[in-house]
């Protein structure tokens, strides 16, 4: 019995075996239950630390008066400071009260600015300084953490900077001003097209041409206001170009849409014509991508692909087809034989950015011919050659050299209701009718805010303003030192 009992008595080794097991087993599991844990907790933190992280909003103002590619690539660069970009645009009132009358109303402004592609968000009725209470405003409703202007100095009538209070608070960043380009410069183009009727004479219609469209740096004759209007000289840069483009084609399914266009001073009618071409694709089938390209020659010919999901507002869109997708538009390399010595007022690669910042156009093809052939649409896939119903010449059908004949004889041409009552001529007459007030008539009355106003209220000293702008364009130059970036 005794020697039954010591079979069975467990032998000490065994049972350190197992110990060691169990320790061993124990002690695994606790090392990966802590590792475990312990990775939880880390990756958890890193999520905590990215929910923490707010995207930076930087927000820039401005008048955006006869907007162009300078304003553009300002917005670009401001973009670039941060993750949304919010604008502000200056209201009427403001901009009369400091600068004299815009040239677009505010409703025409916001068009503009809010199709500009690097946009996130856009304030109305901004003020035209930043005050205290205003800047408040940005940094407590806005969540604004920096705000951004030029490097040229914008002084207000008492000759105080405009961005003091964001200076002194920390909160201003500086982008660089685009050479080459300003409101005034266009208006100063334009007055040169004026001055061209009494002096026509001594310049000839290819010289004219080229003054205007080539943005030479052509002064008017002293006279009237004491100074000339100097028209700037841009120099585009292949850069420049790959900064406003989209680089990315057209979808394998996308339907293309084609457009034509001089595109000249780019206005709230060609944005608002593109953005209905943009919802009508958008609606009918969202199974296309979007894409949105333009082109230009040297008549400038702008394709814009457009890919949209959206609802198609059938009342506008009723000519078009359901899966078009792609929209292009053209200006004509005679385009200052048939609209006058003049135009156009900005030049090829001006025109090119203008577009390209649009947010409806995805692309620009530089050199597109003026007449439309079967050639060029097969070679680009178009599916629909749509017009406007508002343009400069809408008597193209009456032509024999009708530029549309090979779409109209596919039965791939479409007339489109134009949403604007706007066209290049429309800002031109805008300025040119009052042009005495920008040759230095010592007042203007500006009839278009005197409604229910004594005239005495409604008298611009615009010989003043135009003198001290020019004197602060001097002063800039003269002092310009060169600022890095782009």
């Given at each position: 019995?005794g ?9 000490p ?8 097991c169990?320790?061993?087993a ?29 995207p930076?909003?930087v927000?820039?103002d401005?008048?955006f008066?006869?907007?162009h590619?300078?304003?553009?690539n ?5 973009r ?14 403001e901009i009369?009260?400091?600068k004299?009358?815009?040239v ?6 916001m068009i503009?600015?809010n199709?500009?592609?690097?946009v ?14 205003f ?11 920096y705000?951004i202007h ?8 008492d ?13 201003y960043k500086?982008?660089?001003r ?6 005034t410069?266009?208006?100063?183009r334009m ?7 009494s002096?026509?004479d ?11 469209s080539?943005?030479h ?6 006279g ?10 841009f120099l585009?840069?292949?850069?420049r170009?790959?900064?406003f ?9 996308a ?6 266009g001089?595109?000249d ?8 014509l ?36 959206m ?19 053209r200006?004509v390399?005679?385009?200052?034989a048939?609209r ?8 090829l690669?001006?025109r ?8 409806y ?29 508002v343009a400069?010449?809408n008597e193209?059908?009456k032509?024999?050299?009708n530029p549309y ?11 489109l209701?134009?949403p604007?009552?706007?066209?290049t ?5 805008r300025?040119?009718s009052?042009?005495?007030?920008y040759?230095g008539?010592?007042?203007y ?5 005197c409604s ?8 611009f000293c ?11 364009e001097?002063?800039?130059?003269e002092d310009?030192?060169?600022?890095p970036g782009?």
């Amino acid at each position: 019995m005794g020697s039954g009992d010591s079979d069975i008595a467990p032998h000490p080794e065994k049972i350190k075996i197992v110990a060691t097991c169990l320790v061993v087993a124990v002690g695994v599991s606790l090392l990966g239950i802590y590792l475990k844990s312990g990775a939880e907790w880390r990756f958890n933190w890193s999520l905590a630390l990215k929910k923490k992280k707010k995207p930076v909003r930087v927000y820039m103002d401005g008048c955006f008066d006869m907007m162009h590619y300078g304003h553009c690539n300002a917005l670009r660069q401001a973009r670039a400071l941060g993750d949304q970009l919010v604008v502000g645009v200056v209201s009427d009132a403001e901009i009369i009260a400091n600068k004299g009358p815009p040239v677009t109303p505010l409703h025409e402004r916001m068009i503009m600015v809010n199709a500009v592609k690097w946009v996130d968000e856009v304030i109305s009725d901004a003020p035209y300084a930043i005050t205290e209470d205003f800047m408040k405003k940005l940094f407590d409703e806005y969540n604004i953490d920096y705000i951004i202007h030029g490097d040229d100095p914008c002084v207000l009538p008492d000759g105080t900077d405009a961005y003091a209070l964001a200076k002194k608070a920390g909160r201003y960043k500086q982008i660089k001003r685009t050479e080459g380009v300003s409101s005034t410069d266009i208006v100063g183009r334009m007055l040169l097209c004026t001055r061209e009727r009494s002096i026509s004479d001594s310049h000839n219609h290819s010289s004219l041409q080229r003054q205007f469209s080539h943005g030479h740096r052509q002064k008017l004759e002293e006279g009237g206001s004491g100074s000339g209007t100097r028209v700037s000289h841009f120099l585009p840069t292949s850069r420049r170009i790959v900064q406003f483009s989209n680089g990315k084609g057209p979808g394998v399914d996308a339907r293309i849409v084609y457009i034509d266009g001089a595109f000249d001073l780019f206005h709230a009618g060609h944005v608002e014509l593109a953005k209905v071409i943009g919802l009508c694709l958008h609606q009918k089938n969202n199974r296309y991508l979007s894409f949105r390209f333009s082109g230009l020659l040297e008549r400038l010919e702008i394709f814009f692909l457009l890919e949209y999901t959206m609802t198609r507002p059938s009342a506008i869109c009723k000519n078009l087809p359901n899966e078009v997708h792609f929209l292009a538009c053209r200006h004509v390399h005679g385009t200052s034989a048939k609209r006058g010595t003049h135009r156009p007022i900005m030049n090829l690669h001006e025109r090119s950015l203008s577009v390209l910042a649009c947010q409806y156009v995805d692309e620009v093809i530089i050199g597109a011919p003026w007449e439309i052939s079967r050639d060029m649409i097969t070679t680009f896939n178009i599916s629909t050659v749509v017009h406007g119903t508002v343009a400069e010449n809408n008597e193209f059908q009456k032509e024999l050299d009708n530029p549309y004949a090979v779409p109209i004889s596919m039965g791939i041409f479409k007339v489109l209701d134009s949403p604007l009552d706007i066209t290049t001529t429309t800002i031109i007459r805008r300025i040119v009718s009052n042009h005495e007030a920008y040759q230095g008539l010592d007042t203007y009355l500006v009839h278009t805010y005197c409604s229910g106003s004594s005239s005495q209220k409604c008298i611009f000293c615009m010989q003043k303003r135009n003198q001290k702008k020019a004197e602060s364009e001097r002063r800039y130059y003269e002092d310009k030192t060169h600022v890095p970036g782009d």
